[in-house]
């Protein structure tokens, strides 16, 4: 993998650059679509390329191992395969989903014991394990075995936690090293960044991840219900820690107001499930603000959902239709608000990326946080 920084911008940490993988570039910043099973939910994969133009989408370790399970995929040829994706993948390393276990868990040096939430069955994750089974995934970007703390969390818990992450990617780097991939390709690894929202700590973290040398690093442990202020304030601490000539991803964050405050910070990769859930339930994030699709006043309003997207979704279909179908539970629903809501997240990074090369980014930023926010 290579990254090359293409611009920067004057008023702000802000970046844009191409990331070079065995299977396309992504060009930066970008958002990436969560594909938690293998599949963006309610979404084709051609609409993801052709619509709404993704460059790169994200697998689950912990879902994809319990389903369809390995053998599968390593029949299949790997995800790609498996899912007809043939642009870039990265998956996650499985530690927010031990985060999210908390109840049928045990957390040791070794690694993580669990029960499947399908049947019951238990099992272990290991740092060296994580790395074999996302081997055998063949995703283009990997990430390191970590744990996810809860917010809040003690101080002690939290140092002890960053601690043993930081001795478990010590044994996924090596794992790693001295394996290889099983489709021809090359994978690459991404430490993450923890330490909860203790700045000592997560200075401690970022210098330690920056000091492996890796192609790119991610900062974890954010997005977990702390205020967006604190947020900004670690991302901006690690931002300025973490080599500027690698990729910066930014996990699980976030809405459209913290992905442009946070590409001012200096992170370049961002994902999240908001757009996709929150259209199956009905809201929707436009160019001018967000709508929630369920409120009486878009039951006979005909005009189309935001036609300043100008994709087929968002000019051929009205708001009204598009409330008859949520309300109605219909399925079409979720599938025309899903591609509706990537289509915009796609576009606020575009956008961001072409005010950055215009040198206009951070007025343009300033308005826009503000404006896509509010309710319509």
């Known amino acids: 993998m290579e990254f090359k920084i293409k611009h920067t911008d004057k008023d702000s940490k802000a970046r844009t650059g191409i990331v070079k993988t065995a299977h396309g570039d992504i060009q930066t910043p970008i958002f990436m679509p969560v594909g938690t099973a ?3 939910k309610a979404v084709h994969q051609r609409e993801l390329k052709d619509d709404i133009e993704a460059q790169i989408i994200l697998g689950n370790t912990y879902h994809l191992y319990l389903r369809p399970g390995l053998d599968i995929l390593q029949k299949a040829g790997g995800l790609h395969k498996f899912n007809g994706w043939d642009k870039p993948i990265l998956t996650d390393s499985g530690g927010y989903q031990v985060y999210s276990l908390s109840g049928t868990r045990k957390i040791k040096e070794e690694g993580v014991t669990f029960k499947s939430h399908i ?11 994580v790395m074999d089974i996302q081997r ?5 970007i990997m990430m390191a075995f970590d744990e996810c703390t809860p917010y809040p969390c003690d101080y002690e818990y939290a140092r002890k936690s960053m601690d043993m992450t930081h001795r478990w990617l010590d044994r996924c780097i090596t794992r790693f090293d001295e394996t290889e991939g099983h489709y021809g390709y090359e994978q690459t690894l991404f430490p993450i960044v923890q330490g909860s929202t203790y700045k000592d700590l997560r200075k401690q973290s970022a210098e330690v991840i920056a000091s ?8 974890g442990g954010l997005s977990v219900g702390e205020p967006a202020e604190m947020m900004y304030e670690m991302t901006e601490l690690v ?5 500027s000539d690698k990729p910066r991803y930014l996990m699980g964050v976030g809405t459209p107001a913290n992905i442009l405050e946070c590409i001012a910070l200096g992170v370049d ?8 859930r929150n259209a199956r339930n009905g809201m929707l994030f436009t160019t001018e603000g ?13 005009s189309p959902i935001d036609p300043a997207l100008g994709t087929y979704v968002d000019t051929f279909y009205s708001k009204a239709y598009l409330r008859h179908l949520i309300t109605s539970k219909e399925i079409l629903g979720a599938q025309i608000a899903s591609i509706h809501n990537l289509t915009f997240y796609l576009w606020l990074v575009e956008q961001a990326r072409e005010q950055i090369e215009q040198g206009t980014f951070y007025s343009w930023k300033e308005k826009m946080a503000r404006k896509l926010m509010e309710r319509l």
């Not at 055998?136 to 283009?140: C, E, M, T, V």
């Not at 492996?212 to 900062?219: F, H, L, S, Y």
């Not at 967000?290 to 005909?302: A, S, T």
């Open 119 to 129: 049947d019951g069955s238990k099992h272990i994750f290991s740092p060296e394990g």
């Open 290 to 302: 967000i709508i929630n699709i369920r409120n009486k006043k878009w039951e006979d309003d005909l």
């Open 136 to 140: 055998k995934i063949g995703a283009d």
């Open 269 to 276: 990769m961002f994902d999240c499930v908001m757009p996709t």
């Open 239 to 243: 931002c300025d820690i973490l080599p």
């Open 212 to 219: 492996k040398g890796r192609d790119g690093n991610a900062i």
């Open 38 to 40: 293998g599949s963006v």
